[in-house]
């Protein structure tokens, strides 16, 4: 069941694994309820179309592969996503909490924070709430159960909500 969300794995009745999912109507409700009632004092989401990408916990978009896993330490552990010479890899510290997908050919195109210490963008953490985040940053552009993106030109500030509405998982992304 690695990579189903949590929406999926929450409709699973015991001791049946076919996932019952609710009708589309309902997913569109519980997608708005998560993400789109902003709360009133909301700020505006700080970067623009033409803004560069900001770096995460000290690795940025873009940055090659070699140069991020000497960045995030060790231990690292390694997953490879596809097949062919340049397949995405998935290289993740546990202990930093850091995570970053990459190909040899493009550098890396997600960075991932997924432990509170790992650090911070825009003052947003792992850990902090939905609504914070919603009074950080207003409504994000898309939102789909609890996930949330936030776009900036031809990239992305991720977010991934856990079963408490807070934020499990913070990232970057190049769109596309």
């Known amino acids: 069941m690695k990579g189903w969300s949590l ?14 999912l609710p009708p589309m109507r309902t997913l569109t409700v519980i997608a708005a309820t998560l993400w789109l009632s902003t709360p009133a004092a909301a700020q505006k989401f700080p970067w623009n179309a033409t803004d ?55 550098g890396v195109s997600v960075i991932y924070l997924l432990k509170r210490e790992a650090g911070m963008l825009d ?23 609890n996930n949330a993106l936030w776009g900036a030109g031809d990239w992305i500030v991720v977010i991934l909500l856990g079963p408490d509405n807070s934020v499990q998982r913070l990232g970057v992304g190049r769109r596309g």
């Open 123 to 145: 003052s947003t953490r792992v850990g902090d709430s939905r609504d914070r985040v919603l009074a950080r940053w207003g409504k994000p552009t898309e939102a789909q159960g």
């Open 7 to 20: 929406s999926v794995l929450a409709s699973l009745r015991p001791g049946n694994y076919e996932p019952i």
């Open 52 to 106: 560069r990408p900001p770096s995460l916990a000290g690795l940025g978009l873009f940055e090659h592969p070699d140069s991020a896993r000497k960045r995030l330490g060790t231990p690292i552990a390694g997953d490879t996503l596809g097949p062919g010479p340049d397949a995405s890899v998935a290289l993740t510290n546990a202990t930093s909490g850091i995570s970053v997908i990459a190909t040899k050919a493009s």
